[in-house]
């Protein structure tokens, strides 16, 4: 893995720095009072940035491409699967994320053990493959290297691109299409749980059949960004220029848990039929987007016909 950060603004770097200052400060915060012994242990032990902003590849313009700007994406590895449980010990973090004034650039991350890192790289999780070969290392507590990566051969990344495709696409066309049922009918918190799921299951497809990893997430605008880090014509689907689709976005983010149980929860016939709408244009990006990542997948097992003979 990569150690400079010299083809990133000095600005950045800092709010990079920042990130970490607070990342290592809610950690210790949500571990200090802890009894038990893995608690006790707990350590961060890589923090390695991915994806855009590794490849020199980000985009910076909120106010152009329809408010489009490229998150921090961070891989946190711990030393206990124990520690990766969001609710308990990530929240805070992520929230101070968000409202840090002197972090501009969104943050958006993942956690993992070391074991849980080196078991999908020994299972050819490419994901986790691009990130060893393409990540810049910000953090590491010891200087232990991550485990040597077994590449799938194209017929298994075609076969298991092919498997995520078609069962989280169906069902992401079937959750739209139940949501639409439930606005017919006025069901308005139903339609909005229910858009909540076709928009989580969208994005799943789309990281899942690109990348073979797709986090245990059901923050819908946590799940845009990594998608869109994958083909940025996802964006199309929910731009940020507008302050009321923004907002709109956010009230739909919250209805996985407050349509269901919040009395309060409210939501709009205006926005739901927007949503309903770019959910709809959202469906059809993802099928475009998986679509000619198959047919790729597809001329690479024509090009390298022996591979398919292997185990």
């Known amino acids: 893995m990569k150690s400079s950060l010299d083809h990133i603004p000095l600005r950045k770097q800092r709010e990079l720095g920042r990130v970490l200052e607070i990342l290592h400060e809610e950690f210790e915060d949500a571990l200090k009072d802890g009894t038990a012994e893995?608690?006790?242990?707990?350590?961060?032990?890589?923090?390695?940035?991915?994806?855009?902003?590794?490849?020199?590849?980000w985009v910076d313009e909120p106010f152009t491409m329809k408010g489009y700007r490229s998150d921090f994406d961070l891989l946190i590895i711990v030393n206990n699967r124990k520690l990766c449980e969001f609710a308990e010990y990530w929240h805070k973090a992520a929230d101070r994320l968000i409202h840090d004034?002197?972090?501009?650039?969104?943050v958006s991350f993942i956690v993992h053990s070391r074991r849980e890192v080196n078991?999908?790289?020994?299972?050819?999780?490419?994901?986790?493959?691009?990130i060893r070969k393409e990540g810049i290392v910000l953090y590491q507590l010891d200087n232990e290297p991550l485990a040597e990566p077994k590449p799938l051969s194209p017929a298994d990344r075609l076969r298991v691109a092919e498997e995520h495709f078609h069962h989280r696409f169906s069902t992401a066309t079937n959750l739209s299409t139940l949501s639409g049922s439930a606005m017919l009918n006025r069901m308005y918190n139903e339609a909005a749980f229910l858009?909540?799921?076709?928009?989580?299951?969208?994005?799943?497809?789309?990281?899942?059949?690109l990348t073979n990893y797709g986090p245990p997430s059901h923050n819908i605008k946590?799940?845009?960004?990594?998608?869109?880090?994958?083909?940025r014509r996802l964006a199309q689907a929910f731009p940020r220029d507008q302050h009321r689709d923004r907002a709109w976005f956010n009230t739909l983010n919250e209805a996985y848990v407050k349509a269901r149980y919040s009395k309060h929860f409210e939501i709009s016939e205006e926005?739901?039929?927007?949503?309903?709408?770019?959910?709809?244009?959202?469906?059809?990006?993802?099928?475009?987007v998986c679509s000619e990542h198959l047919e790729l997948l597809q001329l690479s097992n024509l090009t390298y016909p022996e591979e398919l003979s292997q185990p």
Request: with cysteine; aromatic share 12%; proline share 1%.
């Open 222 to 231: 946590f799940l845009r960004s990594l998608a869109e880090e994958q083909d």
């Open 101 to 106: 004034k002197t972090i501009e650039t969104p």
């Open 119 to 130: 078991s999908y790289l020994k299972e050819g999780q490419y994901f986790f493959s691009d």
């Open 271 to 288: 926005a739901l039929g927007w949503l309903g709408e770019q959910t709809t244009l959202l469906v059809e990006l993802v099928k475009r």
């Open 38 to 57: 893995f608690k006790k242990r707990g350590r961060i032990l890589k923090v390695i940035l991915f994806g855009s902003y590794a490849k020199g590849e």
């Open 195 to 209: 858009m909540h799921q076709s928009i989580e299951q969208a994005y799943s497809c789309v990281l899942l059949t």
